[in-house]
């Protein structure tokens, strides 16, 4: 069968090449178009329509700046659509983009599956009303996502987390530090984002702890999609190394984390890393989801195990000095972090077990046949 797979950002780059693998053995004959990253062209042997790093505009304002480029994508995506007419039309989150392919692919006749729900349980939740009549078949990560649906008379399928997949699945680097020419000192891993205006709000904040924490050496996750020189004018003289395509190696090997929210504050949790979840944006885009938004937390981490398991530092919270005393407390207050672990082992009972892409993949073969 023919697959058209649609992801926006880093995380669903990597979820969806994920789902290809595992496409590929429930289907062997299998035939893939692609928006997506690296990942994805790796795991599908072609070559994407669009990149990611073309993709991914977080924010309101950000949005509106780049209303003309997002259109572009839009119109080349859904002419290449017409033109491969798939069996299905897979979508993996990224819900301003994706919601508007999946209506295109509805009026084709185009089966529709999405993968990785929209975050509709945030704010506008009305969009589910429009979810029913456009999606055919929606797979679920978070597991109290199955009772929201429910609460609007939609059936979902809740495939576990797929994050646990890609965590499971990793082979860690014994040789972490020496290959990446790092000391014996422990470690505070920076994971500042994986898009620029998170990149560019955040990481001068992140930086300035190198000030804080002599006794530790303090590492920068690096996205795929910027090079050394994007965040050198950022770090400046600091002593602070930056390594790509090693996040899981360095939470490994940390002691504690300081982590933007988004995917990464659930996989450092999945990895039990101790950690202080930052965000901060344009304050019109934070003065809206204020207004908009409905849930009481920003992290994964808390939002799945509903109470406050990590502190959230977010806006004019998100200072250096903030993040410094939350950090000192996870590094020298042995009650705080075992307190932060048992949260942990709350996140890993609630999430289950692998498998996810699996039976996604699985689930979207036997609807189609």
């Given at each position: 069968?023919?697959?058209?797979?649609?992801?926006?950002?880093?995380?669903?780059?990597?979820?969806?090449?994920?789902?290809?693998?595992?496409?590929?053995?429930?289907?062997?004959?299998?035939?893939?178009?692609?928006?997506?990253?690296?990942?994805?062209?790796?795991?599908?042997?072609?070559?994407?329509?669009?990149?990611?790093?073309?993709?991914?505009?977080m924010g309101f304002v950000e949005v509106l700046k780049n209303l003309n480029?997002?259109?572009?994508?839009?119109?080349?995506?859904?002419?290449?659509i017409a033109q491969y007419n798939p069996d299905t039309v897979i979508l993996?989150?990224?819900?301003?983009?994706?919601?508007?392919?999946?209506?295109?692919?509805?009026?084709?006749?185009?089966?529709?599956?999405?993968?990785?729900?929209?975050?509709?349980?945030?704010?506008?939740?009305?969009?589910?009303?429009?979810?029913?009549?456009?999606?055919?078949?929606?797979?679920?990560?978070?597991?109290?996502?199955?009772?929201?649906?429910?609460?609007?008379?939609?059936?979902?399928?809740?495939?576990?987390?797929?994050?646990?997949?890609?965590?499971?699945?990793?082979?860690?680097?014994?040789?972490?530090?020496?290959?990446?020419?790092?000391?014996?000192?422990?470690?505070?891993?920076?994971?500042?984002?994986?898009?620029?205006?998170?990149?560019?709000?955040?990481?001068?904040?992140?930086?300035?702890?190198?000030?804080?924490?002599?006794?530790?050496?303090?590492?920068?996750?690096?996205?795929?999609?910027?090079?050394?020189?994007?965040?050198?004018?950022?770090?400046?003289?600091?002593?602070?190394?930056?390594?790509?395509?090693?996040?899981?190696?360095?939470?490994?090997?940390?002691?504690?984390?300081?982590?933007?929210?988004?995917?990464?504050?659930?996989?450092?949790?999945?990895?039990?890393?101790?950690?202080?979840?930052?965000?901060?944006?344009?304050?019109?885009?934070?003065?809206?989801?204020?207004?908009?938004?409905?849930?009481?937390?920003?992290?994964?981490?808390?939002?799945?195990?509903?109470?406050?398991?990590?502190?959230?530092?977010?806006?004019?919270?998100?200072?250096?000095?903030?993040?410094?005393?939350?950090?000192?407390?996870?590094?020298?207050?042995?009650?705080?972090?075992?307190?932060?672990?048992?949260n942990y082992d709350v996140l890993t009972e609630k999430l289950g077990s692998?498998?996810?892409?699996?039976?996604?993949?699985?689930?979207?073969?036997?609807?189609?046949?």
């Open positions: 069968m023919k697959y058209y797979i649609v992801a926006g950002e880093a995380s669903g780059d990597l979820h969806g090449a994920n789902l290809i693998k595992a496409l590929k053995q429930e289907d062997p004959q299998a035939e893939f178009r692609i928006v997506g990253g690296d990942l994805m062209q790796e795991a599908a042997g072609a070559t994407a329509l669009i990149h990611t790093s073309q993709m991914a505009f480029t997002i259109s572009r994508n839009l119109k080349a995506v859904k002419e290449d993996i989150d990224f819900p301003g983009f994706n919601l508007k392919v999946a209506a295109f692919a509805k009026k084709k006749g185009i089966k529709t599956c999405y993968y990785i729900s929209p975050k509709i349980w945030a704010w506008n939740q009305g969009r589910v009303h429009k979810i029913k009549k456009i999606v055919d078949h929606m797979f679920c990560i978070l597991p109290f996502e199955v009772d929201f649906y429910k609460k609007f008379g939609m059936k979902v399928d809740y495939v576990g987390n797929p994050l646990l997949d890609a965590i499971s699945s990793y082979t860690f680097n014994p040789n972490f530090r020496k290959d990446n020419g790092l000391t014996d000192a422990p470690i505070l891993a920076l994971l500042p984002g994986s898009r620029k205006m998170e990149i560019e709000n955040l990481l001068p904040i992140m930086a300035e702890l190198t000030f804080s924490f002599p006794k530790h050496q303090l590492v920068i996750a690096g996205a795929p999609n910027f090079d050394l020189a994007y965040y050198q004018q950022f770090i400046g003289d600091l002593n602070l190394p930056v390594v790509f395509g090693q996040t899981y190696d360095l939470l490994a090997n940390a002691e504690a984390a300081v982590v933007t929210s988004g995917t990464a504050t659930l996989e450092t949790g999945i990895l039990r890393v101790p950690q202080v979840v930052v965000y901060k944006a344009n304050p019109i885009s934070v003065w809206l989801a204020k207004k908009l938004v409905k849930v009481r937390f920003i992290s994964l981490v808390n939002l799945i195990n509903n109470y406050l398991s990590i502190i959230e530092l977010i806006q004019e919270d998100c200072t250096t000095r903030n993040i410094k005393e939350e950090l000192g407390r996870i590094l020298l207050d042995s009650q705080h972090r075992a307190s932060i672990l048992e692998p498998g996810a892409s699996q039976r996604t993949a699985k689930l979207i073969v036997e609807y189609l046949r």
